[in-house]
């Protein structure tokens, strides 16, 4: 496949991943209340994941590519209007490679808890 083909194919599934709602961070600098907040319960994630990006590493591997591809834009005879679509799905892909990892470290995290608390009980 020619590159200019597989640069516009790339960005092409790039967008076709749909936008995610971010949480917004909580301000470190904010003052806490005296009373814990009730826990919330974990609800399943209902983001409609494309079937090519279940896995981050695919994602990421997705993400180089592209951007590989951008920076041989004057090989592939790129125009400017698309390298700014690239550079508007790569600042997309970035935070949202950012939200996945946080994510995995939270339930990676939240998965040794529970095994520590159910190792506790046994003894």
């Known amino acids: 496949m020619s590159g200019n083909i597989k640069a ?6 790039l967008q ?7 949480p917004e961070p909580e301000d470190p600098n904010a003052k806490k ?8 319960k ?8 494309p079937e090519w990006a279940e896995e981050l590493d695919a994602v990421i591997q997705k993400v180089k590519e592209m951007e590989h591809l951008a920076n041989d834009r ?17 600042q997309r ?24 608390k159910k190792k506790a009980k046994k003894k």
């Open 8 to 13: 516009r194919a790339t960005l092409q599934m």
């Open 16 to 22: 076709a991943y749909p936008e995610r709602e971010y």
């Open 33 to 40: 209340d005296k009373k814990a907040p009730p826990k919330k």
């Open 42 to 49: 974990k609800k399943k994630d209902t983001f409609p994941t």
């Open 74 to 90: 004057q090989n592939l005879k790129l125009d400017e209007s698309f390298i700014g679509n690239v550079n508007g799905q790569l």
């Open 93 to 116: 892909f970035k935070r949202e490679i950012a939200y996945r990892k946080e994510m995995e470290e939270e339930a990676r995290l939240e998965a040794e808890l529970k095994a520590l």
